[in-house]
């Protein structure tokens, strides 16, 4: 069975760090591009960043480039997301997906097949 699991979310004042966690299980990491993606209350979910560990792709989106960084552990079966100099606006539930494609990866949350159940991320002082 398929399953991505988060962690990491939390409590942290602005200018904080979290690192956040996706753990997989059912299926080997390195075969597939995994994605972050976030929701805040009344928004639509964005893409946050995305890594494809078979030719070394890696995406940021604007509004995190420069405070954030993804890597893999494909011993671990787990996709990090590190993030620094959090700000208020980054407050949202933290969600990580899998993409089956051999190459590259795309933002977009309509081509991720598996979800995990997210974890909370509140920057407030």
């Known amino acids: 069975q398929v399953q991505l699991v988060e962690s990491g979310g939390g409590l942290v004042q602005p200018g904080g760090s979290l690192r956040l966690s996706c753990a997989a299980s059912?299926?080997?990491?390195?075969?597939?591009?995994i994605g972050w993606f976030r929701q805040a209350p009344g928004k639509e979910r964005e893409g946050v960043s995305c890594?494809?560990?078979?030719?070394?792709?890696?995406y940021y989106a604007n509004s995190v480039k420069g405070r954030i960084s993804i890597s893999r552990d494909n011993a671990k079966n787990t996709v990090y997301l590190q993030m620094n100099s959090l700000k208020p606006e980054d407050t949202a539930v933290y969600y990580c997906?899998?993409?089956?494609?051999?190459?590259?990866?795309?933002?977009?949350?309509?081509?991720?097949?598996?979800w995990g159940q997210g974890t909370q991320v509140t920057v407030s002082s």
């Open positions: 997906a899998a993409d089956e494609r051999p190459r590259g990866c795309v933002a977009r949350a309509d081509l991720y097949g598996y």
């Open positions: 059912g299926f080997t990491l390195n075969t597939y591009a």
């Open positions: 890594i494809n560990n078979n030719d070394g792709s890696i």
